[in-house]
């Protein structure tokens, strides 16, 4: 492009006599200050921004660098309980004191409602709405999902130690208003006025860049730092990431949706049905205060347990016929590893 | 004296008016355009409601990804909700009260919605 102007302008400047000579203009004259002044500006501010160049992008952070809202620099993630396997890694879970869980039921076939596209664009209950409720919230890993209340709106997340909780960027920073939660109450397997664990205050709240400067939803996730050990009584999740298609693996989402009765827990059950590389796609039925729940696995994986592979972030739209959550990258199970570990 | 001929000029001064608006162009990032969606619910009195839960559903293709956060009217019966470009059907609920929903378009000249919303009690 600069190549283009410079022989335009010269080109645009130089005249030819009446014989087809070439004639230089008056070198002291308003044309001749113009070109030197065009030819300055094309070739000495975009050289001095290239010597910029490897010095903005050092500076320009990875989308998946971690941040959060008191500045503390964090330390680095343990990686003692990380399973490498051969195409990816999971953090195994902890059932908590309460040795329930839920009965595993293998899926048998895909739903119908899949194939409903009545509701297509609408809204995030896809067909007819399957969800039901969780009536014993006690039971793992109903019991490490949480309810959490803060100033920017109600949302879900899950335990992923005993005093961490994944959930969604959006439920701990607002990019609209470029905001902080000021405050978080996380309840654990709450059903409704009941609160079998209690509850737990956000101490710091942990974001990446990609979500809190440039509010992409492929880095809608966070965290939050609790003020005591809820997790070892309630349990935590195991979560994974591996690399390739996830398609057709069977996942439940469980969490508190602001249409039903308040702080109760609901889930449905479906599969992957897109995979993309920072987004799952899929059918389950979800609402408005589903934000971070865990997409987990309902099909034993390894020694993972119950084994989150996706936060929920959002419900359908722009024509696509399926609900959507941040995915379990590398990067992301990396920063897990590093904000459970503060 | 020397005149300049300014059918010759505005070629330069062009280029070096690209030249700053591309670094422009290039520099600028930042959040999707939004529109914010405000305002207050009252009963059929008119006193504020709080409590509400108020959602946007995506309509059509057009529309933006919508968080799944819950929202719900404080104490003055407010609300606030910040939506990408597109059509939305707002959703208002709350137990006892007839559940209303109202269209609202978020259009690109539009920086504000104000919707401001009575709620009937069930029968």
């Known amino acids: 492009l600069y190549l283009f102007f410079y022989l335009f302008i010269i080109l645009h400047v130089i005249e030819k006599s009446d014989k087809g000579d070439l004639i230089m203009p008056n070198p002291f004259g308003f044309r001749s200050t113009l070109l030197t002044v065009s030819l300055l500006c094309l070739t000495v501010i975009p050289l001095a921004q290239a010597s910029k160049l490897p010095i903005a992008i050092a500076a320009k952070q990875s989308p998946d660098a971690p941040v959060s809202n008191n500045g503390a620099p964090l330390q680095p993630g343990t990686s003692e309980a990380v399973v490498r396997v051969q195409n990816g890694a999971y953090v195994k879970g902890h059932r908590g004191l309460n040795e329930k869980a839920e009965k595993r039921v293998a899926p048998t076939a895909p739903r119908s409602k899949s194939h409903d596209t009545s509701h297509m664009g609408t809204e995030s209950i896809i067909g007819e709405d399957t969800r039901t409720q969780v009536n014993d919230t006690t039971a793992y890993p109903y019991s490490a999902i949480v309810q959490i209340e803060s100033d920017i709106g109600g949302c879900t997340g899950w335990l992923i130690g005993p005093h961490t909780v994944a959930t969604a960027g959006h439920c701990v920073y607002d990019p609209n208003q470029h905001k902080w939660a000021s405050y978080a109450r996380v309840y654990p397997g709450r059903n409704g006025d009941e609160l079998p664990y209690g509850s737990a205050n956000a101490q710091v709240l942990y974001s990446v860049v990609g979500w809190t400067q440039n509010g992409d939803s492929n880095y809608d996730y966070g965290a939050i730092k609790l003020d005591s050990d809820i997790g070892n009584d309630a349990g935590w999740f195991g979560y994974r990431w591996q690399t390739g298609s996830m398609d057709g693996i069977w996942e439940n989402i469980s969490g508190y949706p602001g249409d039903k009765t308040y702080g109760t827990q609901w889930e449905d059950r479906d599969q992957i049905r897109q995979t993309a590389p920072r987004k799952l796609f899929y059918a389950n039925d979800t609402y408005g205060g589903q934000s971070g729940s865990p997409v987990y696995e309902v099909d034993s994986h390894s020694d993972c347990d119950f084994c989150a592979i996706a936060i929920h972030t959002s419900g359908v739209y722009s024509g696509s016929s399926y609900n959507r959550g941040t995915r379990i990258t590398e990067a992301v199970f990396e920063n897990f590893n590093r904000w459970k570990n503060q | ?123």
């Open chain 2, 1 to 123: 004296m020397y005149h300049p001929d300014w059918r010759k000029v505005w070629l330069p001064l062009l280029a070096a008016g690209i030249f700053f608006a591309t670094g422009c162009i290039t520099d600028a990032q930042g959040i999707a355009r939004k529109v914010q969606v405000t305002g207050i619910v009252t009963d059929e009195k008119g006193h504020p409601l709080p409590g509400v839960f108020v959602f946007p559903q995506p309509i059509g293709k057009t529309s933006g990804p919508i968080p799944e956060i819950a929202i719900y009217t404080d104490l003055n019966g407010k609300f606030v909700w910040h939506v990408p470009l597109g059509r939305y059907l707002f959703l208002f609920q709350k137990q006892g009260y007839d559940l209303m929903h109202l269209p609202v378009s978020a259009s690109n000249g539009k920086r504000k919605v104000i919707l401001n919303v009575q709620l009937k009690k069930s029968t």
